[in-house]
């Protein structure tokens, strides 16, 4: 869609949606922000996509659910019942995605456009998630859940848009397990959201949707390499930026001796990381016309990525070890 002040006003009431709910300090106005940012959303979600209009429906019934629920939540909590931190939670597990209440996230990026993809999957995930921080709930099983469903139901994936949702769902299970320390999830947040958004702009520039088409199309070198350094940044390998935010997750959970979730952690990484490699390998090594020796010919701009990818992680640690 063409920026026109239609969508530049949905934009701007979205984003001031996302601002009520973080810095209100009432459940009522939380519960405000949070409608306010669904609805202005709902919009923009509009593409020439024929499945776009069933995507939004979907998104729409499944937030308005959630957000009753937690309507109900409040009142009971209001009431001194027990259970209504527990009910309040369900909901924004639900309103996230979270699992084992992930499947609608699959269902709805199908039918919408990648910029649509990018604000569903961050922009609108940060406003519950805050309220899940100030409840201060552990949530280990469905942590657990969105762990291994994550990394394990990715790699039969074919659609990049479902790979991404995957990944969402696992990124989630990172997230939810530091929600008490906010400093942390945050800075996790948004080297996600960074990441993300590298991804989205290059599948965007080459009209990329399925894995076939990286196969198939014969994209330049430089495409390529650039395109294998985010999904390993976008993995976690270790000399990327990826790695910084889970080297300080594993740092707080070993600091807190939760060595069954870091163990989880450790082994659905090496899964998540196969199949976000796997969709750069085909298309440089097997897939390729090119002549293999000429990798090794790369261009200045590919250099300077490359350092930026493994200097940066070093800068974060040294400025972390400062404070």
């Not at 959630?66 to 309103?95: A, E, Q, R």
């Not at 805050?130 to 762990?147: A, D, G, V």
């Not at 395109?227 to 390993?232: G, K, P, Q, V």
Request: charged share 5%; glycine share 4%; net charge positive.
């Amino acid at each position: 869609m063409i920026m026109n002040s239609t969508k530049l006003l949905f934009n701007t009431t979205m984003i001031i949606g996302v601002m009520v709910c973080i810095c209100s300090n009432n459940w009522m106005m939380m519960w405000s922000g949070l409608e306010i940012s669904l609805i202005s959303f709902l919009p923009l979600m509009i593409s020439s996509n024929s499945l776009s209009s069933e995507s939004m429906m979907k998104y729409f019934i499944i937030q308005s659910m959630s957000s009753s629920i937690l309507m109900f939540g409040m009142l009971f909590l209001m009431m001194m019942i027990k259970m209504s931190l527990f009910i309040m939670v369900i909901s924004l597990l639900l309103k996230i995605g979270m699992a084992p209440f992930h499947n609608w996230v699959l269902s709805v990026v199908e039918g919408i456009t990648y910029d649509s993809i990018f604000i569903l999957l961050t922009l609108m995930k940060i406003p519950p998630l805050m309220i899940l921080s100030y409840i201060n709930l552990t949530m280990w099983i469905p942590i657990m859940m969105s762990l291994i469903l994550g990394s394990i139901l990715g790699i039969n994936q074919n659609s990049v848009r479902k790979i991404l949702g995957y990944s969402s769902i696992y990124n989630l299970g990172f997230t939810c397990s530091c929600i008490n320390e906010m400093s942390l999830w945050l800075i996790y947040m948004l080297i996600y959201m960074f990441m993300l958004m590298c991804i989205v702009l290059m599948m965007t520039k080459l009209n990329i949707y399925y894995l076939n088409q990286i196969m198939i199309n014969e994209f330049n070198l430089k495409t390529k390499t650039c395109f294998w350094l985010m999904m390993m940044s976008f993995g976690g390998v270790p000399p990327m930026l990826g790695f910084l935010s889970k080297l300080m997750l594993f740092e707080f959970i070993i600091m807190n001796n939760q060595m069954l979730i870091l163990m989880t952690m450790l082994i659905s990484s090496l899964i998540v990381m196969f199949y976000y490699i796997r969709c750069t390998y085909m298309s440089i090594m097997f897939s390729s016309i090119l002549m293999k020796w000429n990798l090794f010919s790369l261009s200045y701009s590919m250099i300077i990525l490359t350092l930026i990818n493994i200097l940066m992680l070093s800068l974060m640690i040294f400025i972390k070890s400062l404070f």
